[in-house]
Structures are given as C-alpha cells and as structure tokens.
C-alpha cells in the first residue's frame, strides 16, 4: 500500500505522463477492482484495513493528538495470521500508536521496520531523516547507524528478506512504504528527468517516487517468481487515500481519471484507489470488477481465501470479495452501501457527534456528499450535477443510512481514548510527543519543522499507570539525539549530503529555521501534584519524580517564561518507573 498515490497515478488507469510498468503488468494479470474505495487520509485507511472496521468503530479516526491509536480490543489482520501460524511482519508506515499497547509488535506483528510513527520528517521521527541513508525503528527501538541507501528500497529489501527466512511457512507482509508521500528525496537525472518540462517540478518529484514504488513492485515480483513463491502468493496492491498531486501542482491540471476532488476530499477524488488482486494458485482468471468494494473488505476476504480462523469472534464491517473473485460478472452479488468520513483531530477523546458534513456515502449508483450533494456516479463520474432536489426519495433513504452508521460506530467510540499505558516490561520508558497532545482543537507540533518553529500548542497527555509507585519524568525541548540545550538550538543545522543512483541529494535537517524559545521554567501537572523547575542556560533537560496511582491519569506540562506566562507545551516527555532516572 503506497502512500498517497491516487487512482489516476497509474498509466494503468489512463496517465498519459507517468509510467508504471509493473504495476500495470499486476493488473492486468489480476483483477482489478475500479470502484475500490479507502478513507481520505492515512490512518482511518490503515486502522481500517488492519481490522474489517470502520476507522470510526476501530480507533484511528484522526492522524494525530491521539486520535491515531487503534482502539484497545480491535482484532488486527496480523493476530489472525499470526493465530493461524504465519509470520508476520510489517515495513514502513504504521501510523497507529507510537507507544504500548499500540505499536506494531503489540499488535500482531513479529518483526516491524519502520520511522516513528507517523512518518519521514514527523516529530517521532529520528531527527534529520530524510528518506537517504537514514536510521530506522526495528520492532521498537531506534539502530544503532543508519540503513544506506532509498528509504522505499529499504523496506521492500527488508520485506524481502523476511520472506526469504521465513518461505518454508506460511507468511503476512504489510508493505507499507511512505512514498510517493512528499518530502521527496528522489534522484533528478535517474527518475525525475523523464517528467521533467511536462509537469512542475514537485509533480516531476512525486511521479518519479510513484515510479520508484513502481520498481520496487517489480523486484519484489521478480522475487517471489525466483524463490518458487509467485504462484501461491497473494498479492494485493492499493493506496492509502486520494492523489495528493494537486495539493502539489499549483494551477497545474493534473491527470485525476475524470474524478473531481484528491486527498482529503470526500469526492471520489479523494478515497478512490486501485484495488489489484493477483493470486494465479487461486484459479482466478484476470478480469475487471465494477462493484463496489473497499478497505474493510480486506480482511474478511482473507479469513475466507486463506480458510484462517478468528482469535475471537468479530462482526467485520466488510465483506468477503472471495464471489466477486470467482464470478466478476458479479451474478447474486448484493447491493450495499458504504461510508467515508473526513478525520477528525479536534474535540474530545471520542467525537461528540459524527458529522454527516464530512461525509460520503456510496452505493454502486449514488454518491451523496456532505449530506448535501446526490451525484449519479454512472452518468456522472465526474460529480458535477447536484441531483439531490430531483431525488429526495435517494437522499433520505441515504441519510437514514448514515443515521444508523452513526449512533452503530458511536456505541463503539464514545469516551475512548486512545491512553499509552506506563511502566511494564514491554515498554521501559515511555516517550510522550507533542504530535500526541490532546487538544481542544488547534494544531499540534506534528512535524520536525514545527518543532524546530517552537510552534505553540497546549494540551495533556491522556495515559494509564501499570502499578502505583514513583515515575521519573524527563522534559526536552529538542530530541536527546540533537544533545542541544532547551533554551539553545541545534549547532548543525544540515544533514550530510547523501547520494542515491550517483546524485547528489540533499537533505535538511528540519524544515523551518530553527528557534530559541525563553524557557525559564517547566511546569509539570500529573493528576493533583503540581511542580515546577527552573532552566538553566545549559540545561538540556529537566528531571521530576512524580507519585502516582495506579491507573487513569492525564500528564499535563508547559514551557514558561521569565514572567511565568506559558510557551507552549513540551515536544519530548520520557516517562519511566522507579526512583531514579
């Protein structure tokens, strides 16, 4: 699953500019489903896809201040492999959780390479990757000396190499690279120049990191043909949301496959996504399906495929595509309707109240957009007539459907939150990020850049305590690999120059000019107990023992001047049991 690559970024599907042989060459050896649809933005897909849930139901209905952790109880596809006696491992993007029980290996994953949580250049990320030569997090914790070479490249050497020690059992890879997700770091002569006088220049830079994808595709194809695993492998190829190209483009009009809308938007621009299913031990012959299908169908169709059992019963969301596989002319198949909703970061630990104003709900026929809009996607694919007043019959009966979708998912939803749990020994110490507070909303420092910025957000942590006892608490204003005082900023301000395919690339090392804030004080709030210390010039960081109960509890903290007037809240928190740090 590629990371913001669109429907219409495929030659495949009617690009007239880029080339993407080998996935094309998956497709048309498969089938291709060409009304597969996603959530529109990267978590809700992943959260997902992982459980046959909507991302509403299962957690991960935002992309960050909390709202990207995977509800505690959901069953993900790797436990069901795993239950069923398969491998599993997962390289690249997970975007779920950066904390226990929330991270890869908490939740079903054998082996997991991948950066921070939300990716390349985010806060969580090891500071001044930049997607060459870069350090990656292996089931947990950071390398010691970073992996040569294309980041993208890395994950699929990696997936292959699990593979490889692991092909004389059943296996489940979840190949998730970050690309063509900018900031891009692609060669300009090697995969660049092909587009280069066609499109601008950041469009030249996101289709060549589609076409790296592309490559990467056909040597992890060319793999499995040489390892005698081609045949019996499963090999599904999608996206994670809409074409993030146009955000990119400028007034350039880009290719779209005659969709309105891109990332983010609840037209069919924004959430509808190649879906190539290739598996030739399967009997199943290469054809086209035009019935509506999507993310939460994924899961429920292995179960069915694989004949794999359930660690525990679940009501998936979706539906198995096994019929759609065997007839895709599609005789008996059902018709149904699905939901797609916009993220949501602001508001409480669970949404109040799921808006159907950012919404999309799908029929094979209809679209009804923002509640407000009926488009008849067969006549008018492009959704440009509004026939909600000629059909009021269509809307109501798709209304009360989202009705129901709301008060089912919010059954599931209300009060959770997502709370990292503190001091057990599958997580000795716990790293609280500014990308994770809890806010009213607002923005959150989610990036590297932010950070740098001294960009301002307040809010609290929302957690839970293993065991009662005393925690020591580190605070930071910069990351402890930066080693720089919280009043200071970085001394080198550049990452190395790295070369790929014989270029020259360069990288930053945070987007943004770094700033010195006036931090004179940290203020630290843990349940009742309220502490302050003050900051030296040289200080790096600020220690605290807090004594707390076990269970529930918000952490709460702040940067305060000389006058004691609040900065913002800290971007790096440590959090560990026992006595001393």
Known sequence: MSDDQ??????????????????????????????????????????????????????????????????????????????????????????????????????????????????????????????????????????????????????????????????????????APYNPHDPWAISEKAWAEPYSGKVPKSIADFYASIARVDWNVGRIREFLANEGLAENTIFIFLTDNGSSGPRHAGKAKLFNAGMRGSKGDTYDGGHRVPGFFHWPAGGYKPAEVSRLAAHVDLLPTLVDLCKLTLPKPVDFDGRSLKPLLANPREEGWPDRTLVVCEPRNGGGPAP?????????????????????????????????????????????????????????????????????????????????????????????????????????AAGHWPVRFAEAGIYQVEIRRWPRELDTAMTGVPVNGKVPDAW???????????????????????RLKAGDDVQECGVKEADKFVSFAIKVDEGVADIEAAFLDASGKAIGSPYYVFIRKGNEG
């Open 6 to 175: 669109g429907y219409g970024d495929l030659s495949c599907t009617g690009n007239p500019i880029l080339k993407t042989p080998h996935i094309d060459r998956l497709a048309a050896e498969g089938i291709r489903f060409t009304n597969f649809h996603v959530d529109t933005y990267c978590t809700p897909t992943r959260a997902a896809l992982l459980t046959g849930h909507y991302s509403y139901r299962a957690g991960g209905w935002g992309t960050a201040s909390g709202r990207n952790m995977l509800r505690d109880g959901e069953t993900t596809m790797a436990e069901v492999f795993r239950h069923n006696g398969y491998r599993t491992g997962i390289f690249g993007k997970w975007h779920l959780g950066a904390n226990y029980p929330y991270r890869p290996m908490d939740r079903g994953f054998d082996e997991w390479l991948g950066h921070g949580n939300g990716g390349t250049g985010c806060a969580s990320d090891w500071w001044g990757n930049d997607r060459v030569n870069d350090r990656y997090l292996r089931n947990g914790k950071w390398e010691d000396q970073p992996r040569p070479g294309f980041e993208g490249d890395v994950f699929f050497d990696a997936a292959m190499q699990f593979i490889r020690e692991n092909k004389e059992r059943p296996f489940f890879v979840y190949l």
């Open 352 to 456: 109040a109240k799921i808006d159907i104003g950012f919404s999309a709900i799908l029929t094979d026929r209809w679209r009804l957009v923002n509640g407000k809009e009926l488009h008849d996607i067969v006549n008018d694919p492009g959704q440009q007539r509004n026939l909600a007043a000629e059909n009021p019959g269509v809307v109501q009966q798709l209304v009360a459907t989202y009705d129901a979708y709301r008060e089912d998912v919010t059954v599931e939803t209300k009060g959770w939150q997502g709370r990292p749990v503190i001091g057990t020994a599958s997580q000795l110490e716990t790293e609280l990020l500014g990308e994770d507070l809890t806010t009213r909303g607002g923005g959150v420092p989610l990036f590297q850049g932010s950070v740098a910025t001294g960009a301002a």
């Open 500 to 522: 790929l395919d014989g270029e020259r690339v360069r990288g930053t090392l945070y987007r943004g000019k770094p700033k010195a804030l006036p931090i004179a004080k940290v």
